[in-house]
T-cell receptor
Framework: GQSLEQPSEVTAVEGAIVQINCTYQ??????LSWYQQHDGGAPTFLSY????GLEETGRFSSFLSRSDSYGYLLLQELQMKDSASYFC?????????FGQGTELSVKP | DTGVSQDPRHKITKRGQNVTFRCDPI?????LYWYRQTLGQGPEFLTY????????KSRLLSDRFSAERPKGSFSTLEIQRTEQGDSAMYLC?????????????FGQGTRLTVV
C-alpha cells in the first residue's frame, strides 16, 4: 500500500520562508509531486521530483531523498496569496496518491 | 483548450437515488483519473483510465461506483443507491502519458450532497 505523512497545518508571516515536509511509504515509487489547493478551488500542480535533490521553480523549491523516503516543499518570500492547502503526492503505476494536506496560513 | 471540465458543478440528491457525473479531460491527455475529496482531507484515488481502458480501481470503492470512458475521451462516474457518506467533492484529472501520472490537471470538481 501507499501512505504519506505531512503536518496538518503551518503558520508563517509574510516574507518568511516555510518548509513543508512529507514522508512516504509506497511500492512502485516513480516520483514525488506537490500540489496547491485554495479553498473552493481545484488542486494545481506546483513541482515534481523524480531524482534526489532540489528542484527550483521561482519562489517554490522541492526536495527529494529517495533513500529516506522524504521530501519537502520550500516556499520563499511568502505572500498572503500563498495561504492554501499543500499536498504531497507519490506517483507509481500511473496513478497519484495524495497525502492529507498541510494548511498554510500566512499572516501579515 | 480550456482545461478539464466537469459537469455538474453541484448536485443535491436524495439518499437512494443514482447520480452520474461527467468529465471532459484536456483533449490530448491519455490518462484520466477520478478522485473523491472530503473537507480537510487530500484527494482520495478512486480509479483511472488510460485511453478507454480502466487500469485500476481502488479497493475502497464499493460496487455502487462505476466509471466509464467509452471512446477514450470524456468519462462518466456513476454512483448507484447513494448514501449520505457519498457526500463529497468528486474531482477529475487528466495527464499526458509521458508524465507517468506525475503532473495531473484537475477540474473544478462536482460537489455531491446526499440528503
Amino acid at each position: 500500500g501507499q501512505s504519506l505523512e505531512q503536518p496538518s497545518e503551518v503558520t508563517a508571516v509574510e516574507g518568511a520562508i516555510v518548509q513543508i515536509n512529507c514522508t512516504y511509504q509506497t511500492s512502485g515509487f516513480y516520483g514525488l509531486s506537490w500540489y496547491q489547493q485554495h479553498d473552493g478551488g481545484a488542486p494545481t500542480f506546483l513541482s515534481y521530483n523524480a531524482l534526489d535533490g532540489l528542484e527550483e521553480t521561482g519562489r517554490f523549491s522541492s526536495f527529494l531523498s529517495r533513500s529516506d523516503s522524504y521530501g519537502y516543499l520550500l516556499l520563499q518570500e511568502l505572500q498572503m496569496k500563498d495561504s492554501a492547502s499543500y499536498f504531497c503526492a507519490v506517483s507509481g503505476g500511473g496513478k497519484l496518491i495524495f497525502g492529507q494536506g498541510t494548511e498554510l496560513s500566512v499572516k501579515p | 483548450d480550456t482545461g478539464v471540465s466537469q459537469d455538474p458543478r453541484h448536485k443535491i440528491t436524495k439518499r437512494g437515488q443514482n447520480v452520474t457525473f461527467r468529465c471532459d479531460p484536456i483533449s490530448e491527455h491519455n490518462r484520466l483519473y477520478w478522485y473523491r475529496q472530503t473537507l480537510g482531507q487530500g484527494p482520495e484515488f478512486l480509479t483511472y483510465f488510460q485511453n478507454e481502458a480502466q487500469l485500476e480501481k481502488s479497493r475502497l470503492l464499493s460496487d455502487r461506483f462505476s466509471a466509464e470512458r467509452p471512446k477514450g475521451s470524456f468519462s462518466t462516474l456513476e454512483i448507484q443507491r447513494t448514501e449520505q457518506g457519498d457526500s463529497a467533492m468528486y474531482l477529475c484529472a487528466s495527464s499526458p502519458l509521458t508524465s507517468q501520472g506525475t503532473e495531473a490537471f484537475f477540474g473544478q470538481g462536482t460537489r455531491l450532497t446526499v440528503v
